[in-house]
Structure formats: structure tokens, C-alpha cells
């Protein structure tokens, strides 16, 4: 297929949904798939403004902190339990243990919660490949003090990288190189003392962004600390290319 990729904002926000502003999520639709990119809390109920629950064909998620996946949690109810009627258990890619996280939450008898009813679960690991209709997925471990993972996705025509959440590392500037875009986390408002790098600032999106030889940077997961405007304005100092924020109910297209 030769259509181009969009990436839809559900939300962007960090570690809470603000007004208006779910956590972190995105709609990717591309070579005839949608993909569902992480599900931080309040993403489902925008998902449902593009799509539904049973027309997605996968979803994917970076790591197991609630602003990344929460609304799993809800979702599962809508696929077990409502109106939707999905032909087989959605696909979901995602860290170790995902499946057992969600049934230690969801399961509240003796017996536990059929995860696997609604969810058909890969666990990713770093060099991760999938095929999800048109679209080519590549996942490698990322620096986040916990299992965590960024991903490229490739149509025939343009590449999308989603850092998830990671300080700068080795693995995602790999990833990333010569990608259409790179929508990285900018959380951090400069990198605490004694901390390991668990988080981007965004000087160093946009030299994880220039390294990588991406064509734009879109950046994302903007921390309280700072504001959109001041988070593209100190990326753009370090990466000559396009710097936007990735603002709810957003649309980019790519190429």
C-alpha cells in the first residue's frame, strides 16, 4: 500500500491528564492498519472519536507506568463487556508481565480475569519485529529504569519513531536514524543531580533528533515544568529540521 502514515495526538500529557489533555496516546493509521500507541490515562475516549476498540489492528505500548497504560484497563471491559464486537482478541504488543499486571488489577474473585479473551499478548524485547497489515514495527529497548521500548514504524513510503519514555540512549538514536519523524518525549526541564537519565529534556530531543538525522520533531510527554512553547523553542536550538508539539487531537502526516 502506498498511503501515507498519520499519526493522530489522543494526548500528551504527563504523569496526569490535565483539561483537555489526556496522558500519553496515539492513533497510527497507515498501509491499511490502525495501530493504537500507548493507552495512557483518558486516550481510550479520544481513540473512540476516530475509531473503534474493534476496528483496531493492534496495539502497542511502550512500558507499564499508568500515564502509558491505564486505559488498557477499561478497554478491556469495553471489548469483554460492551457494544464492541471484535472477531478475535485485539493484538497487543507490550513489556514483560503485561498480561499478568492487568489480571492482578482486573481479577477480583478466586478466578482470574481472561486477559487473553480480549487481549492476544506478545511480549516485546529488544529487536522486536512485527508485520501489522502494511506496516512494519522494530522495537528496541530504551533507558527508563524499567523494562521500557521505543518503536519504529514503517509504511512503503514513510517511517514514524515513538521514543516511549527514555533518557537519551544509544538504541533510539539508532532507530531513529533517518526517520520521517521522531516524536520523542521532552519531560524534563533540565536533568536532576544524581539522577540516572531516565527522560529527555528538550535540548537533548533535539540533539537525539539531529543525531539521528530525522526529518522533523515532533516532541511529546512535556513535563509541568515547563510549556510547550519554551519545549520546541530549546529543541529547536539543538535540531535544524521542523520542532512542533504534540498538542491533543493533533494530526501529522507523513511524508
Same mark, same amino acid.
Given at each position: 500500500?502506498?498511503?501515507?502514515?498519520?499519526?493522530?495526538?489522543?494526548?500528551?500529557?504527563?504523569? !496526569?491528564?490535565?483539561?483537555?489533555?489526556? =496522558?500519553?496516546? !496515539?492513533?497510527?493509521?497507515?498501509?491499511?492498519?490502525?495501530?493504537?500507541?500507548?493507552?495512557?490515562?483518558?486516550?481510550?475516549?479520544?481513540?473512540?472519536?476516530?475509531?473503534?476498540?474493534?476496528?483496531?489492528?493492534?496495539?502497542?505500548?511502550?512500558?507499564?507506568?499508568?500515564?502509558?497504560?491505564?486505559?488498557?484497563?477499561?478497554? $478491556?471491559?469495553?471489548?469483554? $463487556?460492551?457494544?464492541?464486537?471484535?472477531?478475535?482478541?485485539?493484538?497487543?504488543?507490550?513489556?514483560?508481565?503485561?498480561?499478568?499486571?492487568?489480571?492482578?488489577?482486573?481479577?477480583?474473585?478466586?478466578?482470574?480475569?481472561?486477559?487473553?479473551?480480549?487481549?492476544?499478548?506478545?511480549?516485546?524485547?529488544?529487536?522486536?519485529?512485527? *508485520?501489522?497489515?502494511?506496516?512494519?514495527?522494530?522495537?528496541?529497548?530504551?533507558?527508563?529504569?524499567?523494562?521500557?521500548?521505543?518503536?519504529?514504524?514503517?509504511?512503503?513510503?514513510?517511517?514514524?519513531? !515513538?521514543?516511549?519514555?527514555?533518557?537519551?540512549?544509544?538504541?533510539?538514536?539508532?532507530?531513529?536514524?533517518? =526517520?520521517?519523524?521522531?516524536?520523542?518525549?521532552?519531560?524534563?526541564?533540565?536533568?536532576?543531580?544524581?539522577?540516572?537519565?531516565?527522560?529527555?529534556?528538550?535540548?537533548?530531543?533535539? *540533539?537525539?533528533?539531529?543525531?539521528?538525522?530525522?526529518?522533523?520533531?515532533?516532541?511529546?510527554?512535556?513535563?509541568?515544568?515547563?510549556?510547550?512553547?519554551?519545549?520546541?523553542?530549546?529543541?529547536?536550538?539543538?535540531?535544524?529540521?521542523?520542532?512542533? $508539539?504534540?498538542?491533543?487531537?493533533?494530526?501529522?502526516?507523513?511524508?
Amino acid at each position: 500500500m502506498t498511503d501515507p502514515l498519520r499519526l493522530t495526538v489522543l494526548g500528551s500529557a504527563t504523569p !496526569y491528564p490535565e483539561a483537555g489533555n489526556p =496522558c500519553s496516546g !496515539y492513533l497510527v493509521e497507515g498501509g491499511g492498519a490502525r495501530i493504537w500507541l500507548d493507552a495512557g490515562t483518558g486516550t481510550l475516549g479520544e481513540l473512540r472519536r476516530y475509531t473503534r476498540l474493534d476496528e483496531l489492528d493492534a496495539i502497542w505500548i511502550s512500558h507499564l507506568h499508568a500515564d502509558h497504560a491505564a486505559d488498557l484497563l477499561t478497554a $478491556y471491559y469495553g471489548a469483554r $463487556y460492551a457494544d464492541l464486537t471484535p472477531a478475535a482478541p485485539i493484538p497487543l504488543f507490550g513489556p514483560p508481565g503485561i498480561a499478568d499486571r492487568l489480571a492482578h488489577f482486573l481479577t477480583n474473585s478466586a478466578v482470574r480475569s481472561p486477559i487473553e479473551s480480549a487481549f492476544a499478548v506478545t511480549e516485546l524485547h529488544d529487536g522486536h519485529t512485527a *508485520e501489522v497489515g502494511g506496516l512494519s514495527l522494530t522495537t528496541r529497548a530504551v533507558s527508563h529504569g524499567m523494562p521500557a521500548f521505543a518503536v519504529r514504524i514503517s509504511s512503503d513510503t514513510a517511517s514514524l519513531v !515513538y521514543s516511549g519514555d527514555t533518557g537519551p540512549c544509544a538504541n533510539l538514536t539508532a532507530l531513529a536514524g533517518g =526517520c520521517g519523524a521522531l516524536l520523542c518525549e521532552a519531560d524534563w526541564p533540565e536533568v536532576p543531580a544524581g539522577e540516572d537519565p531516565v527522560h529527555h529534556t528538550p535540548e537533548e530531543a533535539g *540533539e537525539t533528533a539531529a543525531a539521528a538525522g530525522a526529518g522533523r520533531l515532533i516532541v511529546t510527554h512535556v513535563g509541568p515544568f515547563l510549556t510547550p512553547e519554551e519545549a520546541v523553542s530549546r529543541a529547536s536550538a539543538r535540531f535544524a529540521g521542523p520542532v512542533d $508539539y504534540a498538542a491533543p487531537r493533533s494530526v501529522f502526516t507523513l511524508p
